[in-house]
C-alpha cells in the first residue's frame, strides 16, 4: 500500500526551529517529486516547496524562501523540511504529497499531487 | 488572497448537475494544466482530476473537468450527498515559479 505519515509537528515560539518528516512506503520513491502543502486553519491549500528524485532541483514559495529547506534521503525513503525563523503566520497544517508525472504535447508535468499524507499541526505561539 | 479565483460556496439539489470555476491567468492556467482537488474538512486533499480533464483510477465518471483561456469548470453531475467537500482547483504558475491553488469551493448538497 503506498503510504505517507508525517511526523514532528507541534507548538513552537516565534523564531523557533521545527523539522518535519515524511516517511514514504510501497512505491519507488527516489522516482518521484515530493512536495509540501500547507493548509492554515480554516484555510485554503497553500504550496510550500518541492524537491525531485535525485534532490538536484529543490523550489519554495516565496512566503518561505530563506527559512525553509527540502530534502530528502533516499535510503531511508523520507522527505523532510527544516523550518527556521518560524512566523506566526506558519501556524498550519502540513502535508507531505506525491507528485504524479504527466505529460502534454508541449511538456511534462510533477505537479499533480496522486498521494497525500495525513498532515502534522504546526502552530507558532508565545 | 489565493493566485486562482473560484466561488467559496455553490450547491444543488441530489441528480443535479453542478459547476465550479476556476478563473487564472496567463502566467498559470492560460500556460498550463488544472488539476483539481477534492478535501472533507479533517482529512487530507485527494487528486479529482488532473491534466484539465483526466481522472485518476478509482474516481467515477461522475466528474469532469475543462478549460478554455485562462479558465478552468469541474463538473460534478448525479449529485449525492456524499459529494459535499470542498473542491480546489490548482495549476503550475510560470512567474511563481510553483503551484498556486484557488481559495476552495463549498460544496452543499440541499
Known amino acids: 500500500e503506498v503510504q505517507l505519515v508525517e511526523s514532528g509537528g507541534g507548538l513552537v515560539q516565534p523564531g523557533g526551529s521545527l523539522r518535519l518528516s515524511c516517511a514514504t512506503s510501497?512505491?519507488?520513491?527516489?522516482?518521484?517529486?515530493m512536495h509540501w502543502v500547507r493548509q492554515a486553519p480554516g484555510k485554503g491549500l497553500v504550496w510550500v516547496s518541492r524537491?525531485?528524485?535525485?534532490?538536484?532541483?529543490?523550489n519554495h514559495a516565496d512566503s518561505v524562501k530563506g527559512r525553509f529547506t527540502i530534502s530528502r534521503d533516499n535510503a531511508k525513503n523520507t522527505v523532510y523540511l527544516q523550518m527556521d525563523s518560524l512566523r506566526a503566520e506558519d501556524t498550519a497544517m502540513y502535508y507531505c504529497?506525491?507528485?504524479?508525472?504527466?505529460?502534454?504535447?508541449?511538456?511534462?508535468?510533477?505537479?499533480?499531487?496522486?498521494?497525500w499524507g495525513r498532515g502534522t499541526m504546526v502552530t507558532v505561539s508565545s | 488572497q489565493s493566485v486562482l479565483t473560484q466561488p467559496p460556496s455553490a450547491s444543488g439539489t441530489p441528480g443535479q448537475r453542478v459547476t465550479i470555476s476556476c478563473s487564472g491567468s496567463?502566467?498559470?492556467?492560460?500556460?498550463?494544466?488544472v488539476n483539481w482537488y477534492r478535501q472533507v474538512p479533517g482529512t487530507a486533499p485527494k487528486l479529482l482530476m488532473y491534466n484539465n480533464n483526466q481522472r485518476p483510477s478509482g474516481v467515477p465518471d461522475q466528474f469532469s473537468g475543462s478549460k478554455s483561456g485562462t479558465s478552468a469548470s469541474l463538473a460534478i453531475s448525479g449529485l449525492q450527498s456524499d459529494d459535499e467537500a470542498d473542491y480546489y482547483c490548482?495549476?503550475?504558475?510560470?512567474?511563481?515559479?510553483?503551484?498556486?491553488f484557488g481559495g476552495g469551493t463549498k460544496l452543499t448538497v440541499l
Open positions: 510501497g512505491f519507488t520513491f527516489r522516482n518521484y517529486w
Open positions: 524537491i525531485n528524485g535525485d534532490e538536484s532541483s529543490t
Open positions: 490548482a495549476a503550475w504558475d510560470d512567474i511563481l515559479s510553483g503551484p498556486v
Open positions: 496567463s502566467s498559470n492556467i492560460g500556460s498550463n494544466p
Open positions: 504529497a506525491r507528485a504524479r508525472q504527466y505529460c502534454t504535447t508541449i511538456s511534462c508535468y510533477y505537479d499533480a499531487f496522486d498521494i
